[in-house]
């Protein structure tokens, strides 16, 4: 743990190759001052932040054989929030990519000692973390399971257990607990020095007490940094500046928005047990008292996650070095009542001091890492939310990675840059949401959880009305979409407060909307969704998209193509369907959070200087999923046109008017396999078409319904989810894509190459749907995503989403199916054979439920 200890960082790598000090701190007495270092005028890569995340990039570029590096600090090495971390690090993590960073940065730490000859205080204690209610305990099984797999060791232990493993505790109200015993503690800055210290030594240049004051830009791409010592020419720029990076972010002629806000974090430190607590003390974890406990040189460490944090610093930039904030005992009061609860006998020890330092937050409680969507070269690796020194070996291994080869060796969509817009960046909308979002680390998060604050920032012209039908919302992208429809009978208070692991008090709701979208006819407001126009005077548009998409998108104008947008690897950068709207423009539907990944992937293609014009037209239209069997009657009446499939063939797209308004585009798709149309409306007709449509489909029995029901008609239907099912490792070949790509089509497109060699080595993953039998809806814990997969026996994958599927009474879970060797545990092909011929079980937090699978599939949906 970084400590008053380490206030006076000992600065003894300072000999050491390519380690450089700046000028004095202010104040210094002139004739002790180290004479002024002039900076190169020169680098490949400048890094900014000398904190746990900036040494790990600066190490494992020079691991990777990037040596040409600069890290420039504004203060001290690791004196920012590294400085006061509280030294735990732990793997049990919710995310997949977040557990494997964690296990990276375990390892990594434990032998970085060894590697470089600085103590780093790593000791492995172990770690538990307490369960007061059973809902609290299925969270940890469902953890416990998915660690096991990956074969980080952890159970799932009794109270008495928890009291052998750690006495001062009291375990009267625990149901249970969970024991990781290779977690460990460390002392952080010292971690961030002995990285800084290899990296130094492997040709990085490292300067202190060096501010930047702009980072330069020249059409588009980074082109070099200027700081208050001079310019440094770069291509490539990290932003790793954590409390600051915000702020930093805006100091380019292109902006980069990096939404982030701090918080006040508080902990305390007490003196010594009489009898010290020895250093293999576990770790105690207990979410449900909102505090860790950690050993501290026989004393404790202990903080938390209030539930009324403190934000700070939204006027903009803070102090040069974090310094200990102002002490708030008042505040910490329910976090100090937490701990004496669970360790009594702390009564009789004397506390030294309470620690308050700013640590920062994001929107959506995952770290922001990543290559920015308007500049080139400029990344970022920020944003820890408290865990930064569990993810800071793994997200810098991944960073250096994705700047190397391109690519990281992981799918970290989740904590891509690039899923926020700029919408994120409102400093009030920042302030607001971190003030929830801190509580939330600790609060039981049960599936389809929405946050309450930032909300109705993005909304349908048809909100207001759908609304007042009983709309219940959720939010993504900043976009607020109807998650099912509250019946005027209903009890809403119930429905909103409903949290649980088992079958939700939706359920009834949900199937009555896919009832009636399978008998009748249901209107889904999509407007979500991203719309992007690509046209050009001659050939450039069909040209770059035949380049850009694996599917043959040289057809007859009004066809529509489902195709994917692939990298080198084969791997799904988007998946979206295409309409051509006349010889020389495209009108392209994606996924409603690839609107700005989706727009810097074709704007990194696109030729600048080129007749090509792409445009987001997502804010004008409002997109209404007309779904069902009724719906071509419904349509028909309302527009005088024939819309059977002699006259309206499927994935077809035509001007029409419907009702009064005209230039309405009408596609014969609903992007779950059942009839229907989707309607683009010019947003200032929306109110109309929509009051239509609903008066017209009384007749035929019409309502309203919502993502719910839309995710339970296309997982029934095996229809997979870009960002659920499909990321950027996953081919069309692994998941049934193979009539979303055209090999012979004539010409070259990206990712071709990697698709004939798989296409000849066959694919060593294939997303499979399985139906479970022996799972009894009513009463069993559900499966909602990430349960471990086995097959005889064997762990062979993962669910990557599940729906229960009210056609076929059954859950249904999709998932990929892997083939490892029983001897070597390599992977080899999986074929459908393979497939077909294994007995299946999925572990819902603990328990087993047997599936039948099946790998025969389209894709489709967003």
């Known amino acids: ?120 205080g790593y000791t492995r204690t172990g770690s538990i973390f307490l369960a007061q209610t059973q809902d609290r305990l299925i969270s940890l099984k469902r953890i416990n399971s998915r660690l096991n797999v990956i074969g980080i060791p952890c159970e799932i232990i009794s109270p008495k257990k928890v009291a052998e493993l750690h006495p001062l505790l009291n375990v009267h109200d625990l149901v249970g607990a969970m024991h990781v015993p290779e977690d460990a503690v460390v002392s952080s800055a010292d971690v961030a020095l002995a990285l800084a210290s290899a990296a130094s030594q492997s040709g990085v240049q490292i300067y202190d007490r060096t501010s930047i004051l702009h980072v330069m830009v020249k059409k588009g791409q980074v082109a070099g940094v200027e700081t208050d010592k001079g310019q440094i020419q770069c291509q490539y720029f990290v932003n790793c500046a954590g409390q600051w990076a915000y702020e930093l972010g ?37 979410a449900d008292g909102r505090i860790y406990i950690r050993n501290w040189q026989g004393g404790i460490l202990s903080g938390g996650f209030e539930k009324n944090p403190k934000p700070i610093f939204t006027e903009g930039k803070n102090q040069l070095e974090i310094q200990n904030l102002q002490e708030d005992w008042d505040h910490f009061e329910p976090l100090l009542s937490s701990l004496l609860r669970r360790m009594p006998q702390l009564e009789t020890l004397e506390i030294v ?23 080139r070269g400029y990344f970022v690796l920020v944003g820890m939310n408290s865990a930064g020194l569990s993810f800071g070996g793994g997200a810098g291994k991944y960073l250096a990675e994705w700047m190397v080869y391109g690519y990281p060796s992981e799918n970290v969509w989740e904590l891509d840059l690039k899923r926020f817009g700029a919408l994120q960046s409102s400093r009030t909308f ?39 039908q009983g709309a219940r919302w959720m939010e993504k992208h900043g976009f607020e979409r109807p998650k099912y429809f509250i019946p005027p009978d209903k009890d809403l208070l119930a429905l909103e407060q409903s949290k649980t692991f088992y079958k939700p008090d939706w359920f009834e709701i949900v199937e009555s909307e896919v009832k009636c979208c399978k008998e009748a006819v249901c209107v889904i407001d999509m407007s979500s969704f991203t719309k992007f126009e690509i046209t050009s005077t001659g050939d450039q548009a069909l040209e770059i998209l035949q380049y850009l998409f694996s599917n043959d998108l040289d057809v007859p104008v009004g066809h529509i193509v489902h195709t994917g947008m ?67 009657d419904v349509l028909s009446e309302l527009s005088y046109a024939p819309m059977t499939p002699d006259h309206f063939p499927s994935l077809f797209c035509k001007e029409m008017s419907v009702g009064y308004a005209n230039g309405i585009r009408v596609m014969s798709m609903t992007h779950t396999g059942e009839p229907g149309f989707m309607l683009y409306i010019p947003i200032e007709y929306a109110l109309h078409v929509y009051n239509e449509v609903m008066s017209v489909g009384q007749k035929y029995g019409i309502r309203n319904a919502g993502y719910y029901a839309l995710r339970s008609l296309r997982i029934e239907k095996f229809f997979a989810f870009w960002g659920q099912d499909l990321n950027t490792l996953t081919t069309p070949l692994e998941c049934g894509g193979e009539s979303r790509v055209k090999l012979d089509k004539g010409v070259d497109f990206i ?21 479970l039998d022996d799972h009894d809806t009513d009463l069993d814990l559900w499966p909602w995503w990430g349960e471990p997969i086995y097959r005889n026996g064997r762990y062979v994958g993962k669910t990557t989403s599940s729906a229960y599927g009210y056609t076929l009474e059954r859950h ?51």
């Open 430 to 468: 920042l302030r607001h949401r971190v003030m929830e979002v801190m509580p939330l680390l600790y609060d039981l998060k049960v599936p389809r959880w929405d946050f309450q604050t930032g909300r109705q920032l993005r909304t349908s012209p048809l909100y207001d009305r759908l609304d007042a």
């Open 250 to 286: 805006l100091c380019s002629e292109e902006l980069v928005s990096i939404p982030l806000h701090a918080c006040e974090h508080f902990y305390l430190l007490t003196r010594p047990w009489e009898t010290p607590l020895p250093s293999s003390t576990p770790t105690v974890v207990d």
């Open 1 to 120: 743990v970084m400590l008053p200890r380490l206030l006076a960082v000992v600065r003894a790598p300072g000999s050491r190759r390519g380690w450089r000090e700046g000028s004095p701190a202010r104040g210094s007495a002139s004739a002790t001052a180290a004479p002024p270092v002039a900076l190169p005028a020169q680098a490949q890569v400048v890094v900014c932040g000398g904190g746990i995340m900036g040494t790990s990039v600066a190490y494992h570029l020079s691991k990777m054989g990037w040596k040409d590096v600069v890290l420039l600090e504004q203060g001290r090495l690791a004196a920012g929030s590294t400085r006061f971390c509280a030294g735990i690090l732990s793997t049990a993590r919710h995310l997949a990519i977040e557990q494997k960073m964690a296990d990276y940065s375990n390892k990594l730490y434990h032998q970085l000692e060894q590697e470089t000859g600085i103590q780093t």
């Open 353 to 375: 001091k309470l620690v308050n330092c700013p640590e920062t937050f994001t929107p959506d409680m995952r770290c922001i890492m990543g290559e920015s969507p308007s500049v």
């Open 751 to 771: 990712g071709r190459d990697a698709l004939l060699q798989q296409r000849q080595n066959g694919v060593y993953k294939r997303l499979t749907m399985f139906i």
């Open 812 to 862: 249904v879970c999709l998932g990929f199916v892997h083939n490892f060797s029983e001897d070597t545990g390599e992977e080899q092909v999986v074929t459908a054979d393979f497939i077909n011929r294994g007995e299946y079980e999925i572990d819902i937090a603990g328990h087993g439920s047997r599936p039948r699978p099946s790998c025969t599939r389209d894709l489709h949906g967003k």
């Open 566 to 632: 692939l990298n080198e690897r084969g791997g799904y950068e988007n998946d979206c369907s295409i309409a051509r709207l006349s010889k020389r423009s495209f009108f392209m539907i994606s996924p409603t959070d690839q609107q700005v990944h989706c727009w810097a992937w074709l704007k990194k293609y696109m030729p600048e200087d080129s007749n090509l014009i792409l445009e987001d037209v997502t804010w004008k239209y409002t997109a209404l999923n007309l779904i069902g069997p009724r719906a071509v």
